[in-house]
């Protein structure tokens, strides 16, 4: 289990790579997938507000899932014991409950954490696979 960060959360790039550590260290012991999403806001005029964002990835996803703001633009999701390929994709799921106005000013990464990476590759990984959140 990844806790969120809590609802008022000020951005803090610290506590959200504490957070990642912390899922990594627990995916490893317990040889567990991990999946990390990169959510950025693109068009803050037509995005909700990071804030929004954050309370309604938290209420889209499990209880055993984490939500962290990263920048001013950018949150981290942290899916504990899962991997992107699994029935239906987190990412469908995100975009199912946005709807295509929202889902036109996200970009989103997303990974399954390969075996050996260190929180800065995780990063690095899921910012190169960012693209449109809007299918189509």
Request: glycine share 6%.
């Given at each position: 289990?990844v806790?969120?960060?809590?609802?008022?959360?000020?951005?803090?790039p610290?506590?959200?790579?504490?957070?990642?550590t912390?899922?990594?260290?627990?995916?490893?012991?317990?040889?567990?997938?991990?999946?990390?999403?990169?959510?950025?806001?693109?068009?803050?005029?037509?995005?909700?507000?990071?804030?929004?964002?954050?309370?309604?990835?938290?209420?889209?996803?499990?209880?055993?899932?984490?939500?962290?703001?990263?920048?001013?633009?950018?949150i981290?999701?942290?899916?504990?014991?899962?991997?992107?390929?699994?029935?239906?994709?987190?990412?469908?799921?995100?975009?199912?409950?946005?709807?295509?106005?929202?889902?036109?000013?996200?970009?989103?990464?997303?990974?399954?954490?390969?075996?050996?990476?260190?929180?800065?590759?995780?990063?690095?990984?899921?910012?190169?696979?960012?693209?449109p959140?809007?299918?189509?």
């Amino acid at each position: 289990m990844v806790p969120s960060a809590a609802p008022a959360a000020p951005v803090s790039p610290e506590s959200a790579y504490e957070a990642l550590t912390g899922a990594l260290d627990i995916s490893r012991r317990l040889r567990r997938p991990l999946t990390v999403l990169m959510v950025e806001i693109v068009d803050p005029e037509s995005a909700p507000r990071l804030g929004d964002l954050g309370r309604f990835l938290s209420e889209t996803l499990r209880d055993s899932d984490g939500v962290w703001p990263l920048r001013h633009d950018r949150i981290i999701v942290l899916l504990s014991d899962a991997d992107a390929l699994g029935r239906v994709s987190p990412v469908e799921r995100i975009r199912a409950r946005l709807g295509p106005d929202t889902s036109r000013s996200l970009v989103l990464g997303q990974i399954t954490v390969p075996p050996g990476a260190e929180p800065d590759d995780v990063l690095s990984l899921v910012e190169d696979a960012r693209m449109p959140l809007a299918s189509g």
